[in-house]
């Protein structure tokens, strides 16, 4: 807003309900306010030469006119200042709002990444849980196998201590074969030579038991002979 005239001149320019204002003093006739003007009183009642009084006015005249020219370039500038001030604002504005939106995008992925995470967390906790119990599973299983090592270890050491009576018995028992084997090959060499004894002996016997029956038939047939003689004889 600019006034002229006898008044104050005030240049104001607004930027989000703010004021500034510039006040210039109050023009006169003399040019420079109050003071002029009691100075060209003065002089006025000092000097009563017309032309003088013409020269003082229009060197007032042009004064207010360099001081309007001013004042317009002022409100030129004032207007480019306030179009600048509202060029700023609607960048501020925009800004701002491109602020919210991304504040708005980057609290939507905050959400977001903060569901995944929530996701995320859940799935380790059932990891973890399953890790847990496949551990637990897996330290049972390995007392059952260390269970299962110490009974097998017992059955080899059993199974080793067996084998060893086993071939102590079958070294005894091999010993006592290998010595019945030998009484029984002495045997049976006592018992062949027995037996060819007993088969010389029958075989004896058969010539004796032949020799007495040829001797019994010759006593037989001399007997029948006698006989045959007797009855002849005693006929």
């Known amino acids: 807003m600019i006034t002229d005239g006898h008044s104050s001149r005030s240049f104001t320019s607004s930027r989000n309900g703010l004021h500034e204002t510039q006040v210039t003093p109050h023009l006169t006739a003399s040019g420079d306010g109050p003071e002029m003007l009691k100075s060209f009183v003065k002089s006025r009642n000092e000097l009563p030469d017309l032309e003088a009084f013409v020269t003082e006015k229009q060197s007032l005249v042009d004064e207010i006119s360099?001081?309007?020219v001013a004042a317009t370039g002022l409100a030129s500038i004032l207007d480019a200042y306030e179009r600048t001030l509202l060029d700023a604002d609607v960048s501020e504005r925009e800004r701002c709002t491109a602020a919210c939106i991304r504040v708005l995008q980057?609290?939507?992925?905050?959400?977001?990444?903060?569901?995944q995470a929530l996701t995320m967390y859940k799935a380790y906790e059932d990891m973890y849980r399953?890790?847990?119990r496949a551990k637990e599973t897996i330290e049972i299983k390995k007392e059952r196998q260390k269970a299962a090592i110490q009974?097998?270890?017992r059955y080899v050491n059993r199974i080793r201590t067996i084998e060893d009576k086993y071939e102590k018995l079958s070294g005894q028992c091999l010993n006592q074969l290998t010595e019945c084997l030998t009484t029984q090959d002495r045997q049976q060499d006592e018992w062949h030579r027995k037996l060819d004894k007993l088969h010389l002996?029958?075989?004896?016997?058969?010539?004796?038991?032949?020799t007495?029956?040829?001797?019994?038939?010759?006593?037989?047939?001399h007997c029948n002979e006698l006989t045959m003689m007797s009855k002849m004889f005693f006929k």
């Open 201 to 210: 002996e029958v075989r004896q016997h058969e010539l004796r038991n032949t």
């Open 212 to 221: 007495l029956t040829n001797e019994i038939r010759l006593k037989e047939q």
């Open 66 to 68: 360099r001081l309007r």
């Open 130 to 132: 399953r890790v847990q």
């Open 106 to 115: 980057v609290a939507a992925e905050r959400d977001e990444a903060t569901e």
């Open 151 to 153: 009974c097998i270890e």
